[in-house]
Each structure stands twice: as structure tokens, then as C-alpha cells.
């Protein structure tokens, strides 16, 4: 469905059917899925300008369309990037996508299971987590339903990261949508992919309390994330909110 939204080919019928669906509901949201992704863009370009040269990327989806790989290794040749999914057609072309790029690995993980990923030997072998990693969890959070979960996960992950490693993150944000359009939405993800969790300005920020610094502009809609002409911040209407924190500090485990 994202892959529709986005204008591109790798995608099926009935995610077609399903995101023209939705589009009949919020008919801004191929719009809002090309603001997601120039995000992605300008995160990643401005990491790389800022030394950072390993980039993993959960959920990920086809890597295609000025995906990581593609803006980190234009800034870097030597970035290293590792795309995590766990659908198997994603995989499948992932891998045939990247066959030939060294710099790029594409491993089989579940958000759910954080410390697999992590822990997965190819990716141990692929990336040194001595050294700072960028961390994108771009438009996933928001298809894990429970609250204490989604936390668990975030956590898990920033145990890993050293001090100058980021953490990425955009996520649905309902706004003042009304209550009967966000359940139609909802209905609709339920019958193709996974359910539609949206959370709020304040669920979203707590992802990054703690040791990490958020880095300006803050929490913010995506197309307000350091645009490239100047965009005004509306947090009334509903869309996908993003930020970028820097980890200040290892955490020490219990």
C-alpha cells in the first residue's frame, strides 16, 4: 500500500484496491506517504553529514526510491545499511534489488523482536555497535497496537546504541480526525496488513525521553522536519509526525 501512495509498481491488487480505500478517506494520503519519505531522505542525508556511517532501517519495505542505501552512500561510499522486514516478497526483492551492492544487507526480523535483529549474526557481522548507528523506525510503531509494547520496543533498541547514535522515528498521528474516520481507517489496515495505531504528540516524544537529545526542530510533521523551503507546523490536522534524537549516554542495564 505505501509503495501505491508512493506512485511505484511493486505492489498488488489488493493493496491497490485496499489504499485507494483509504485514500477515499483522507484523499491527502499519497501526499502525506511522499512527506514521510523526503523525511527519510533529509534524516539520512543530514546523518551522514554528521559522520554517522551504519544505517539500519526496520520495516523497511522495497528499498527503493531515494531509500537509505541510496542517500547514504551518495554522501559515503563506505556507509554500511541493513534493511529488516519480515514480509517474504519484500525480502525476495529486496535481495535481488541489492544483489550487487556490498554495502547493503537485507536480513528477515520482526519489530516485535528487537533483540533478534540486533543479535542476528549477519547483522553483528555486517555492523560494529561499538560505533555509532542510526536507528529508523519509519511509519512501524504505529502497526504495533499496545502502548506498553511499542515502548518496550524503543527501549530495546536505544539499549544498543551507543553515545552519537541516533534514533529515527515517524509515526501516524491522528490530529483532530474524527473518531468514526480513524476506526474506517483502522478497519481497513485489519483486512490487509496489520492494525492502525495512532498516538499522540506527547506517546511520540516519550519514545525519546531520557538520555537522548531531541534534535531541533523537535516533534514535528514530517514535511516540517528541516525542510528545504520553510513549511509551517500544524499539529491540528491529523498526518505522521517525526523527530530525530541523539543518544547522549550508554544506559547501564539492571
Not at 36 to 55: D, K, M, S
Not at 213 to 227: D, F, I, K, M, S
Request: without cysteine; aromatic residues 6%.
Amino acid at each position: 500500500m505505501y509503495d501505491y501512495y508512493l506512485g511505484g509498481k511493486d505492489n498488488f491488487a489488493a493493496d491497490r484496491a485496499a489504499a485507494q480505500k483509504i485514500i477515499d478517506l483522507a484523499p491527502d494520503a499519497p501526499e502525506k506517504a511522499r512527506a514521510n519519505r523526503a523525511f527519510l531522505g533529509r534524516t539520512v542525508r543530514y546523518l551522514a553529514a554528521q559522520g554517522i556511517r551504519q544505517f539500519v532501517d526496520i520495516g523497511a519495505g522495497l528499498p527503493t526510491q531515494e531509500n537509505v542505501h541510496q542517500v547514504a552512500l551518495a554522501e559515503h561510499p563506505d556507509s554500511r545499511i541493513v534493511y529488516v522486514d519480515n514480509d517474504p516478497v519484500v525480502l525476495t526483492h529486496a535481495r535481488a534489488l541489492l544483489a550487487d551492492n556490498p554495502n547493503t544487507l537485507v536480513v528477515e526480523g520482526d519489530v516485535h523482536a528487537p533483540q533478534a535483529i540486533l543479535d542476528h549474526p549477519d547483522v553483528q557481522a555486517h555492523l560494529d555497535f561499538d560505533r555509532p548507528v542510526a536507528t529508523l523506525l519509519l511509519a512501524v510503531l504505529h502497526f504495533v497496537q499496545d502502548d506498553e509494547e511499542a515502548n518496550r520496543i524503543v527501549a530495546s533498541l536505544r539499549e544498543r546504541l551507543v553515545p552519537g547514535s541516533h534514533l529515527v522515528i515517524s509515526h501516524i498521528y491522528p490530529g483532530n480526525h474524527l473518531a468514526e474516520t480513524i476506526r474506517a481507517g483502522a478497519r481497513i489496515y485489519d483486512t490487509t496488513t496489520a492494525s492502525l495505531t495512532g498516538r499522540s504528540l506527547t506517546q511520540i516524544a516519550g519514545y525519546f525521553a531520557g538520555d537522548m537529545e531531541v534534535l531541533e526542530p523537535g516533534v514535528v510533521p514530517v514535511q516540517a522536519w528541516r525542510p528545504v523551503e520553510k513549511v509551517g507546523i500544524d499539529l491540528v490536522a491529523p498526518g505522521i509526525l517525526g523527530a530525530v534524537g541523539k543518544v547522549l549516554r550508554s544506559r547501564v542495564r539492571p
